[in-house]
């Protein structure tokens, strides 16, 4: 991602720019191999790699057992014995560093066997010196947070062709929750051969579990403890599709607690999070001073929003990943950071003061769309604010989203609505438009000046809004270098909005440069059909067209385009042809084009107009199958050309002389022509 970029801005969108957490699993032993699929897995941007029919995979799981020994109270002992192989170079990286993510105040760590067996057979121990244990990195700069700790086993000779074998032990003395235990694994989206996960309780604690993909054993109980055990062999993985919904949403993965449903996983939430000091008198003077001129209970709870996302930075630890217990409102006030637990427990009590019911809602961010029917942490990862008199969501967690809308990585998916004990919904979709108007004015030389305007209204214009806010001037230049890049142009500009410290309405963003280069004259020569610069119909286009057939759920993002362009070309220049005017319409999407010439004042006008008709955040691959159609017109459209033909300048002035001097000539041998005849005898 590159928040220095001005595409952020201009873009439409029509898909998803979640590049948030996603599900998360019990992260305890999670190398690197499981971190990038993860991550690929919930970042759409990922996911376009193409490789061979049969490509060789990175590495392999070869085995794996992991044993979870867990108490009445809700604590555990992990053990994790694995063996990975290293197939390729690539797979070196992911494999040759192990992490292990744990709670120092909760839990510790012990390595018990981790070597390497290299290509010819020797082995290779890890040394005390080769494992370290390091400050997760969201941490380092909040103080509430620095218990947060991985353990790295760094194994050395590793190639391709080499084995990595680790065994660890994870004791969780303090349980996430006292009482509870919950597990989520994904599979590694890497070849899986012999993996077991094996769970031993006290036979009066029953364990629910969703198990797809995964093979079930049935339960054995012996000496007052049940074991249950889940096995799993996957030889290969589809490749991830462009702009694909998490593979946990629709594929395998196993969710196992003793919650015995999501009322009660409500329930234990709701305990944690009471908290004494949501009635600090600091707490009360400000929800007060902050609403003092508001009138409605929705213009309180925006006032009290834009200054919760705006002064409450946010450090991103997943709800599961240490204690579910916030903070207490009155330390987050002070500190001015938190967690989205912490944002929810301040938001919530400046809520509160004002008499506007609140509760927390319990919600997968990133590309996860379902829940398993079985509750717990991993895939339920953060939590935002459900205002239910107001009918609204708030995540208060994003500076750059405007009371009324949500992240992309929260829409149109399930909640865990904590104070009802019942599930909810985010909204399924969010309104976006997006108007641009570019004038081109060329000279005889093929050079340019233009002016360009943007007007975006919906969930993106905050969003560019607070991108504005936070460049540095060098930042903008570079902004505005990578618009032109972004659009094949050379040139230098400026940029100019409307009021960046607005906190709704639309943005207003304008340009206005030079262009080196635009065309070539002296002869016939295209001009691309440019109706906007970055974003609009063209990168949507480019992004549906990512993939000519879906076999995967992808994200799909409602839009409304108009954008109209201007190009005014010299004497010197005259058109050759012009695109013809395009339309589809279907169930999903709808579009024209028009394309315009007037030879008297030498201007080509185009217009391009179009919007989305989703029902849903994620459209379904037999949903891509109908809408392609109408796609591949719009892909075809956007790079249509205006084909030109010019003299050179000079050539035109020399032209234009010598034309006139060769009229000049013809008029005097006229006239001396009429003169002999006239003296002839």
């Known amino acids: 991602m590159r928040p220095l970029v001005l595409v952020f801005i201009v873009a439409s969108v029509w898909t998803a720019g979640a590049s948030a957490a996603g599900a998360s699993s019990n992260t305890d032993g999670l190398r690197p191999g499981v971190g990038i699929t993860q991550g690929i897995a919930n970042d759409p941007a990922l996911r376009s790699a193409v490789g061979p029919a049969n490509p060789v995979e990175p590495y392999t799981n070869e085995q794996e057992t992991q044993t979870f020994t867990v108490n009445a109270d809700g604590s555990y002992v992990k053990l994790d014995d694995l063996t990975l192989r290293v197939n390729t170079e690539a797979g070196v990286a992911r494999v040759a560093q192990h992490y292990i993510w744990y709670n120092r105040n909760m839990a510790s760590v012990d390595v018990i066997d981790a ?85 031993d309780l006290p036979a009066d604690v029953p364990l629910y579990a969703d198990a797809r993909g995964f093979v079930t054993e049935p339960p054995r109980t012996q000496a007052g403890r049940t074991r249950y055990e889940f096995r799993y062999d996957k030889a290969r993985f589809g490749r991830l599709e462009y702009g694909s919904i998490s593979y946990v949403s629709y594929g395998d993965r196993l969710m196992v607690s003793t919650y015995r449903d999501y009322a009660a996983f409500a329930a234990t939430y709701k305990a944690s999070a009471v908290d004494p000091t949501a009635s600090d008198p600091a707490i009360v003077g400000l929800a007060r001073t902050l609403t003092e001129a508001d009138s409605t209970p929705q213009a309180k709870a925006k006032s009290l929003y834009d200054w919760v996302r705006k002064n409450i930075r946010y450090v991103a630890v997943n709800v599961g990943r240490g204690a579910v217990v916030p903070h207490r409102a009155a330390d987050i006030l002070t500190l001015r950071y938190g967690d989205c637990k912490d944002h929810v427990a301040l938001y919530g009590a400046l809520l509160s003061v004002v008499g506007i019911r609140n509760e927390p809602a319990l919600i997968n961010s990133g590309t996860v769309y379902t829940l398993p029917s079985v509750p717990g942490f991993g895939v339920l990862n953060h939590v935002i604010t459900w205002l239910p008199d107001l009918r609204l969501y708030a995540d208060s967690t994003a500076p750059n989203v405007e009371f009324g809308y949500l992240p992309s990585t929260d829409m149109d998916r399930p909640t865990v609505l904590v104070d009802q004990g ?133 994200v799909c993002r409602n839009v409304e385009l108009h954008e109209r362009a201007r190009i005014a070309l010299p004497a010197n220049f005259r058109v050759l042809d012009m695109p013809e005017a395009a339309h589809t319409e279907d169930r999903f999407v709808e579009f024209h084009s028009t394309y315009q010439y007037d030879p008297k004042t030498n201007v080509v006008t185009m217009t391009r107009d179009g919007s989305t008709r989703f029902s849903s955040e994620v459209c379904s691959p037999d949903e891509f199958a109908q809408m392609r159609a109408g796609i591949e017109t719009i892909g075809r459209d956007v790079r249509a050309e205006v084909i030109v033909k010019s003299t050179l300048p000079g050539i035109a002035q020399a032209g234009a002389a010598s034309a006139a001097g060769a009229a000049g000539a013809r008029g005097r041998v006229s006239q001396a022509a009429k003169k002999v005849v006239a003296e002839a005898p």
């Open 115 to 199: 070597y390497t067996i290299g290509a010819d057979g020797v082995r290779h121990d890890v040394q005390p010196e080769q494992i370290h244990d390091v400050q997760e990195e969201r941490s380092f700069d909040a103080p509430m947070f620095q218990d947060i700790l991985e353990k790295v086993i760094v194994f050395p000779a590793v190639e391709a062709g080499a084995q990595i074998h680790l065994t660890y032990r994870k004791t969780q003395q303090v349980p996430i929750v006292p009482g509870y235990f919950s597990d989520f694994t994904p599979p590694d989206l890497a070849p899986t051969h012999n993996f077991r996960l094996i769970y």
């Open 422 to 554: 019942t599930l909810g919904h985010t909204p399924t979709t969010a309104s976006m438009v997006r108007d641009t108007d570019l004038t081109i004015t060329v000279a005889p030389d093929g050079s340019a000046n233009f002016v360009y305007r943007l007007q975006a209204t919906g969930w993106a214009a905050e969003q560019g809004r607070t991108m504005l806010r936070l460049q540095t001037p060098a930042q903008r230049e570079e902004a505005i270098q990578g618009e032109l890049r972004a659009t094949n142009l050379n040139g230098n500009a400026t940029l100019s909005t409307n009021a960046l410290d607005a906190a709704s309405g639309p943005l207003i963003v304008t340009m206005k440069g030079s262009l080196d280069d635009f065309v070539v004259p002296g002869a016939a020569a295209s001009i691309p059909a440019l109706t906007s610069f970055v974003g609009g119909f063209q990168s949507d286009a480019r992004y549906w067209l990512g993939e000519r057939q879906r076999t995967q759920p992808f």
